[in-house]
T-cell receptor, first 114, second 110 residues
């Protein structure tokens, strides 16, 4: 089955610790995205990548880092500089057909601070 | 500034009671408008993409429409399993970013 997988489903972070959230897709999509979702707020863009080895900051990139070494993988690291990391993190990917794109989402990772 | 506003924030319907959800947007140019359904603790599930004013898409009890300023998601004779949060997003022209609204929480009572 084609799709987007995120792991783990739940992640616990201790103060001062960096943690990495995994996102893998087998849809052969070029673009990948990371969003953060907080209660009562819309999805906020953290980082996005259109092609391998290239990525751009979104609206709330501070305290986060990413890499895009392979087309199918786009891991997100939540660093100790992110002071309020508790949230639901969503990875997405999109395809472009005739210039029209549709974005698909993974199941999400919930990050909690101990 | 590009913006998406969804209303109402929450909606309770009796089973079979049809209604509409609204998504108003302000963008310099529209590349696409997207509707998603999100169940608690899960990722958004894609429903529809609309590209130009006047376009309509249907899927089971759902129908999405688009004008130059807003989109509606019409729900006909809803069932309890339609209960979810419905998200609207726009992709402005000339960008790969998507801008999301805060969603409408729909509860359908049996």
């Amino acid at each position: 089955d084609g799709g987007i997988t995120q792991s783990p489903k739940y992640l616990f972070r201790k103060e001062g610790q960096n943690v990495t959230l995994s996102c893998e897709q087998n849809l052969n999509h070029d673009a990948m995205y990371w969003y953060r979702q907080d209660p009562g707020q819309g999805l906020r863009l953290i980082y996005y990548s259109q092609i391998v080895n290239d990525f751009q900051k979104g609206d709330i990139a501070e305290g986060y880092s990413v890499s895009r070494e392979k087309k199918e993988s786009f891991p997100l690291t939540v660093t100790s500089a992110q002071k309020n990391p508790t949230a639901f993190y969503l990875c997405a990917s999109s395809t472009s057909t005739s210039g029209r794109e549709t974005q698909y989402f993974g199941p999400g990772t919930r990050l909690l601070v101990l | 500034e590009d913006q998406v506003t969804q209303s109402p924030e929450a909606l309770r319907l009796q089973e079979g009671e049809s209604s509409s959800l609204n998504c108003s947007y302000t963008v310099s140019g529209l590349r696409g408008l997207f509707w998603y359904r999100q169940d608690p603790g899960k990722g958004p599930e894609f429903l529809f993409t609309l590209y130009s004013a006047g376009e309509e898409k249907e899927k089971e009890r759902l129908k999405a429409t688009l004008t130059k300023k807003e989109s509606f998601l019409h729900i006909t004779a809803p069932k309890p399993e339609d209960s979810a949060t419905y998200l609207c997003a726009v992709q402005p022209s000339g960008t790969y970013k998507y801008i999301f609204g805060t969603g409408t929480r729909l509860k359908v009572l049996a």
